[in-house]
T-cell receptor, first 114, second 115 residues
Framework: AQSVTQLGSHVSVSEGALVLLRCNYSSSVPPYLFWYVQYPNQGLQLLLKYTTGATLVKGINGFEAEFKKSETSFHLTKPSAHMSDAAEYFC????????????FGSGTRLQVQP | GAGVSQSPSNKVTEKGKDVELRCDPISGHTALYWYRQRLGQGLEFLIY????????KSGLPSDRFSAERTGESVSTLTIQRTQQEDSAVYLCASSPTGQEYSPLHFGNGTRLTVT
């Protein structure tokens, strides 16, 4: 079975500060991992994904995430937050056995303070 | 090009009525998914279609929920005898293939309110 845990339903940072959104997964086989972002009143869009190869993946808008198998983690980071980063972020996992659909975490709402 | 289109964008219905939600996937996408997002919560998987294979219905919460898809085109999600707990945003997504690494493209959702 696959599952995702996102620690912290709300995260608040100051503009220019480091953004760190945590995601831990459970999967019985090597997973495919995704981060999606949902801006206010918009649909979800893909931020970045890990499939195979390099464990540090870069996405849009300066975000990146690192796959750490030993820690079963896929935390999302950005060195310097911008006001426009305020949104809800969802981590998702998919494995190559069993259910074909993505399993999503419960989401983390990021607030950026001026 | 056109993205995933869902209609209606908003639906208010009375408890006990049936509702039908529509999803137009991106042309050529063989995989189609329905998810439900309750207020303040994450996405809950409902059903998955892949080409002509039997759909994965394992996420449907009750037999009041059903979905159909004709070929690789439009899908409809039907909720019979709606209940207040059905109030949520229903999201449709499509993907070029059913492969595990293939990202999903989401529509903007249908916000369902059951009064």
């Amino acid at each position: 079975a696959q599952s995702v845990t996102q620690l912290g339903s709300h995260v608040s940072v100051s503009e220019g500060a480091l953004v760190l959104l945590r995601c831990n997964y459970s999967s019985s086989v090597p997973p495919y991992l995704f981060w999606y972002v949902q801006y206010p009143n918009q649909g979800l869009q893909l931020l970045l994904k890990y499939t195979t190869g390099a464990t540090l993946v870069k996405g849009i808008n300066g975000f990146e995430a690192e796959f750490k198998k030993s820690e079963t983690s896929f935390h999302l980071t950005k060195p310097s937050a911008h006001m426009s980063d305020a949104a809800e972020y969802f981590c998702a996992v998919r494995s190559d056995t069993g259910r074909r659909a993505l399993t999503f975490g419960s989401g983390t709402r990021l607030q950026v303070q001026p | 090009g056109a993205g995933v289109s869902q209609s209606p964008s908003n639906k208010v219905t009375e408890k006990g009525k049936d509702v039908e939600l529509r999803c137009d996937p991106i042309s050529g996408h063989t995989a189609l998914y329905w998810y439900r997002q309750r207020l303040g919560q994450g996405l809950e998987f409902l059903i998955y279609f892949q080409g002509n294979s039997a759909p994965d219905k394992s996420g449907l919460p009750s037999d009041r929920f059903s979905a159909e898809r004709t070929g690789e085109s439009v899908s409809t999600l039907t909720i019979q005898r709606t209940q207040q707990e059905d109030s949520a945003v229903y999201l449709c997504a499509s993907s070029p293939t059913g492969q595990e690494y293939s990202p999903l493209h989401f529509g903007n959702g249908t916000r369902l309110t059951v009064t």
